[in-house]
Each structure stands twice: as C-alpha cells, then as structure tokens.
C-alpha cells in the first residue's frame, strides 16, 4: 500500500511538473486557441482596447484574474478596474482599499484607472443583496467616463459561489441587455469545478482543449509568469494568511484563465 501512494505522488508530482513546464514554454502571456484572434482591433488603426475589470471585493484583481490582466496589459490594452466594494465585512474597508493600489502597482495598472466604490446599498458580505440595477447604473458611469469598450467580470456562479461576485455578474448582464447600441464587449471568467480550480497549472491541458474544440467564443489566457500573481495577491497584505497562499499556489487561476464570451 505504501508503494502505491509514493509511486500516486511521484505521478502527481511529475505531472505538476510536466504542466509548469508546458505554461513556461509559453514565450509570454498568451491565449489557446490562437485563431481567431482574441480581442481584435474594433476599428481602423484602434488596435489597443479601454477594457474595464468589474470585481466585487479589493482582492479578487489578484486571485482570480491576474491571467487576464497580465495578458491584457502584455497587448497594450488599456485596463481600467472598478471595484463594487471596499471589503469592508470585518471592518478593513480603508486598509483594503489601499491593498487594492498596491496591488494594481504592481500590475502596472495605473491608479487613476482604479476605482474603488464604497455605496451605502453595496456593501461586502454573505448575506447582502446587490442590486442588480444599481450595479448596472454604476457600470455604465464608468464606461461612458473611461469609453469603455470591453467588459471582464465574473460568470453566474462567480468563481467561489459568494453572492456578492454572482451579483455583479448579473449587474453586467443588466447593463448589456439596456445596451441598445451594442457597442459593448463582455466577457466572463468561468467557475471551474473544484477538481480543475485546485489543480494549479494542470488544469492547462483540459482548458485548452475545451478552448480549441467549442464551437462558442472561449478562450485560455495562460499566465507564463505565475510569480507575478503572487506578488500582486502579497501586497493585500491583511488578507494574505496561510490558507490563500496556499490557494494561490494551489489555483488554476494564478496559472491560466478560461474566457467566455458574455
């Protein structure tokens, strides 16, 4: 019995390994499949997008979405953050807020491109209710300041299952369906099962075979340089206890993101 579990974590191990390998072979932040082109110029010489992250909570920039941000900023996109909260459930809003800055400096995200909203109705929490109609309102004032032309942002179970992370996908959708004109662009970070979230980099080979082989826009933006997730997810220094770096480490999302088109 013994040998059975030495040689099941060599083949854990090695496997891990061969994964790392494959994401580090990438020569830079990149997306499977590589036809068609992920986020192609809108019009004319306008080949650099004004795409606006939409998160929930100070913290969710550097957990779950550095892939994309990483590779945004690798294309030239110009990337605008508006967060719906302080993340002020145990009473760090101020303290988190500024997290929030550290961490965009270290993504090289600008902080004047950074918002974070602290709104009477939106407040952190399990038990909150977002308004969806709120959320859209507050949306769009951003897009239309910052000429927002593509939207990134949680999908309908919105990674971890907190309410507050599904609202503000619902919140988008709100916006979208109102968008009469249809000039905006949105995309979904998509929740994995707990297998695939927590198998770190090894969840690179079914993502990009899912990727490859739909028929509907999805697409795998690996992160080649995991570190950078790490460095970012640090500076939010009153949430950076054992249990998420052990996360980071452990994620699918420090190492690649799967897209889905809104």
């Known amino acids: 019995m013994g040998f059975i579990w030495m ?3 060599a083949g854990a191990v090695l496997v891990w390994a061969m994964s790392l390998g494959r994401i580090f072979t990438f020569p830079g932040p990149a997306y499977v499949p590589a036809s068609p082109p992920f986020l192609p110029p809108l019009r004319g010489d306008r ?3 004004n795409v606006l992250l939409v998160i929930a909570h100070p913290d969710d920039e550097s957990m779950f979405f550095a892939p994309t ?3 945004l900023k690798s294309k030239g996109h110009n990337i605008h953050v508006l967060c719906m909260s302080q993340g002020n459930a145990d009473g760090l809003g101020i303290t988190r807020k500024e997290e929030l800055y550290l961490a965009c400096d270290t993504l090289k995200i600008p902080r004047e491109q950074v918002k974070v909203l602290d709104h009477p109705k939106l407040q952190d929490g399990f038990h909150e209710k977002w308004d969806h109609g709120l959320l859209a309102e ?4 951003h897009v239309q300041l910052w000429a927002i032309d593509t939207i990134v942002t949680f999908d309908s179970y919105g990674v971890s299952g907190h309410p507050n992370h599904r609202d503000v996908h619902h919140g988008i959708c709100k916006l979208l369906h109102a968008n009469v004109q249809g000039n905006i662009e949105a995309w979904e970070l998509a929740s994995l099962n707990i297998l695939r979230k927590y198998s770190g980099p090894v969840d690179i080979w079914l ?3 899912i990727s490859s082989s739909s028929k509907q826009p999805i697409y795998t933006l690996v992160n080649s340089s995991p570190s950078r997730s790490y460095e970012a997810m640090a500076a939010h220094r009153s949430q950076w206890v054992w249990f ?3 996360f980071v480490m452990f ?3 420090t190492y690649i993101n799967m897209l889905q088109k809104v």
């Open 7 to 9: 040689a099941f974590a």
């Open 47 to 49: 080949r650099s997008r």
């Open 69 to 71: 941000i990483l590779f």
């Open 138 to 141: 507050l949306t769009m004032e």
């Open 207 to 209: 993502s990009s075979l």
């Open 244 to 246: 998420r770096r052990l």
């Open 251 to 253: 994620s699918s999302y």
